[in-house]
């Protein structure tokens, strides 16, 4: 009888072995760490990129981004998969949001992340740049031309473009975001287009997004 007994126990003792791993499986998954933007970033733009790190492979992620910071307005309620960002699009100027996270697989779900929250901007996209020189036409240019365009207020950064043709399909140069409002463009980026007639254009940027580009000017390089 007390042999029957010890056998039971072992197999009781067995079971319990091949059912703990399974238990430890089943946790809850760790609360995902928020990345950026920074908590309390400000003069963002209207479109805003959220991230955050992943402690598994197989995790969903739930993300969530109010007005408020009981969440009770959302702009975003999102299920995520195999990924560690949402873009959210269309936000309102000058206007405080509040995001966070949690993590779930095998049916368990993390707590939520702390509350951050950041502010997009209020400022208005910058106004549409203008053009200097080389003026419009211009030709025996140096082969190493310096362009400059007239500075917007409000405008934190530039882009411009050159190309051997109107449409810009095929840019030669681009360089965004460019601080200043003249450049000199080397020779050796031209030399590329095998032609001595190029256009070129300019935008204006800050965090509320883009201008439209400036006229488009040509000029023609010494042969």
């Known amino acids: 009888m007390k042999r029957q007994q010890l056998v039971v126990v072992a197999a009781i003792l067995l079971v319990m072995n091949l059912l703990m791993p399974s238990v430890a499986m089943a946790s809850a998954p760790a609360t995902p ?16 990129t959220v991230r955050w790190t992943r402690s598994n492979p197989g995790e969903t992620y739930r993300v969530q981004i109010s007005q408020d910071a009981t969440f009770t307005a959302l702009v975003t309620d999102a299920q995520v998969t195999d990924a560690m960002t949402w873009t959210v ?10 995001w966070r996270v949690n993590a779930s ?9 702390p509350v951050w929250n950041f502010r997009v901007t209020n400022r208005a996209i910058p106004a549409v740049p203008t053009l200097v020189s080389p003026a419009n036409g211009t030709t ?8 400059v365009w007239n500075g917007v207020e409000g405008a934190d950064a530039y882009d411009f473009q050159i190309a051997a043709e109107p449409s810009f399909g095929a ?3 681009q360089w965004y975001g460019y601080v200043g409002t003249s450049t000199t463009v080397p020779a ?8 001595n007639h ?3 254009r300019v935008r204006s940027k800050n965090p509320a ?13 010494a042969p």
């Open 33 to 48: 760490t928020q990345e950026s933007p920074a908590n309390g970033a400000t003069d963002l733009p209207p479109q805003v």
């Open 89 to 98: 699009f269309g936000l309102t100027k000058d206007t405080v949001y509040y």
């Open 105 to 113: 697989a095998g049916g368990q779900t993390s707590d939520w992340s």
């Open 140 to 147: 025996g240019v140096p082969a190493s031309p310096t362009l």
């Open 171 to 173: 840019a030669i140069v």
């Open 188 to 195: 050796t980026d031209l030399q590329e287009a095998y032609t």
């Open 198 to 200: 190029f256009f070129w």
């Open 209 to 221: 997004g883009a201008s439209a580009w400036s006229e488009t000017w040509e000029f023609r390089t």
